[in-house]
């Protein structure tokens, strides 16, 4: 069950292709794993129709299915021509594991680089878009910690597969979090592993103070 979903004016947003290119496919991967948000963007999308078209049926048959078309636009480095998925897409493979991908990252597959291992026991995979804009996939062992941080920005991570938890809660399969400056956390992992995809648009704060020691984290937001 997913307790944590995007703003009702982040699902406005995605409709509208208003997101950036990082935060429209993080969304849109919520939505792939949410039901709950799929009913919701079918209304904003017929509300919009309503608006733009007053009739529903006017609309194209999902404004969510140009989603490609959107990431393409906005990022400028369009998708190889009449590629097609092909079985190896839909999964990412890793510490001897298989992880499926949701539609909206399995569309993206092309976009995704090599895994790096970071300190301790976690990697990372950026998602390539062509532009200052961070995605990463970040995969945490069983027993990982990142260390405790604040946010200038926003950052935004979503829950592919596993769990990971912090101070405030528990995070599972397709639970969205974003966090700001007034959130401190500390995000570990227990006895599960944990695969997320994770945005920033500004760095880390590191609060022990020990910025110069954990600079290595640094690179696991930033290319
Ligand atoms: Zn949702």
Redesign the pocket.
């Known amino acids: 069950m ?1 307790k ?3 703003s009702e004016q982040q699902l406005v947003e995605y409709v509208a292709g208003d997101l950036s290119a990082a935060m429209l496919i993080t969304v849109g991967t ?2 792939d ?2 039901p ?2 799929q009913g ?1 963007v079918q209304d904003i999308e017929e509300q919009l129709s309503q608006r733009l078209f007053g009739d529903p049926m006017a609309a194209p048959a999902s404004w969510s299915a140009n989603l490609d078309m959107m990431v393409d636009a906005i990022i400028k480095s369009p998708a190889p021509a009449h590629r097609s998925l092909d079985d190896s897409d839909n999964y990412l493979f890793l510490e001897g594991k298989r992880f499926e991908l949701p539609a909206t990252l399995a569309r993206n597959y092309h976009r995704i680089g090599s895994w790096h291992k970071m300190l301790g026991k976690m990697w990372r995979a950026p998602v390539n878009l062509g532009s200052d804009e961070v995605l990463n996939f970040i995969y945490m062992g069983s027993g990982a910690q990142v260390p405790e941080h604040t946010h200038k920005g926003h950052e935004a991570t979503l829950v592919i597969n596993g769990v990971f938890v912090d101070e405030t809660d528990e995070y599972r399969d ?1 639970d ?1 979090v974003l966090l700001d400056g007034s959130h401190k956390h500390t995000p570990q992992t227990q006895q599960e592993d944990c695969l997320t995809l994770a945005t920033l648009d500004a760095p880390l704060h590191f609060t022990s103070g020990l910025s110069r020691l954990l600079n290595p984290f640094s690179s696991l937001f930033f290319k």
């Open positions: 997913i944590f979903h995007p919520h939505i794993m949410c709950h948000c919701h397709g969205f």
